[in-house]
């Protein structure tokens, strides 16, 4: 092979794995959580705890991070479109962590009842400030069962 | 039968009363659409908190920017960095009122034009908006839904001129809750 033929051969590997990664990127998809490493792993009451003190603090923390929950099930709420909510936290309280369950794991929510502990995965979101009197609430979306 | 009788009465002003209360959900859908002759861009957040009290029309919408979920990861990691600076800017709000609550009647079941005017904040920035939708009331729950456009320019939103022919300059944002009472 002459040099002037290997440059070539190796612009087209160049350009072939540039837009091998460009397609894969363009398309690529939110990541499963059931088999994400988690970034942080804590308990849902001190989640919300961490939120109230501090929510801007928090919030630089944990937002857009993988999150592991534990915690007591409140309700599993299903809305009238079939997407699931798991509320976890404490029972006497009327601030919660709502997990929202990936579509992909909607079969996880049938494995739930209210009042047993959980686990669940996911990214956190945000936190809902009570400002209207419902509470305040962590958001963690794209959520997967991890222990029933 | 005469003490029955009050208390009949006494309860179905309960049950009226019941009926003119705060609807809320804290599941609420919001999404958006934008078309472009390159590619539709489509994003859900299920996560919407909503609060409507019935008596004087109060209507409050929040919703997190990083709820906002898009079927191509890349999308949303560049909505949120470059577009919506949904670190800086974390949530989307509505304050607003339905000015013809009057018409509205909770306690039966049926389905009414709803005009809501308000403020709308998106990316830290105010603007008053008039929005129309549907109020339906249906076996005790309140359902709201819309369909209205919002310009990016009017929220200092600005697309990079890479991005100029894929992202469209005004949005389609569909309304989507279900309301029960507190």
Redesign the interface.
Known sequence: MTKKKIIVLAILVVVAIGAWYGYSEYNRKNKDMKHAKPDFIISATDLIAEFASNDSLAAAKYNGQVVEIGGRVKAVEEDDQGYFTVVIGDSTSLSSVRCALDTIHHSDAALLRAGSSTTLRGACTGFNKDEMGLGSDVIINRCALIKP | MKKIFPLVIFLAIAVASVAQGKF?T??G?ISFYSSTSMENIEAIN??V?A?LDTKTGDL?F?A????F??????M?EHF?RDFAE??KF??AEFKGQLSNNSQMNYSTNGAYAAKVKGTLTVHGVSKEIEVNGTLTVKDGKVYLTSVFNVLVANHNITIPKLYRDNISKSIEVKVDC?LVA?
């Open positions: 809320y804290k599941s859908r299920k996560s908190v609060l409050q929040a997190q920017m990083k709820g979920e898009f079927k191509k990861a890349l949303q949120n949904s670190n974390p949530k279900t507190m």
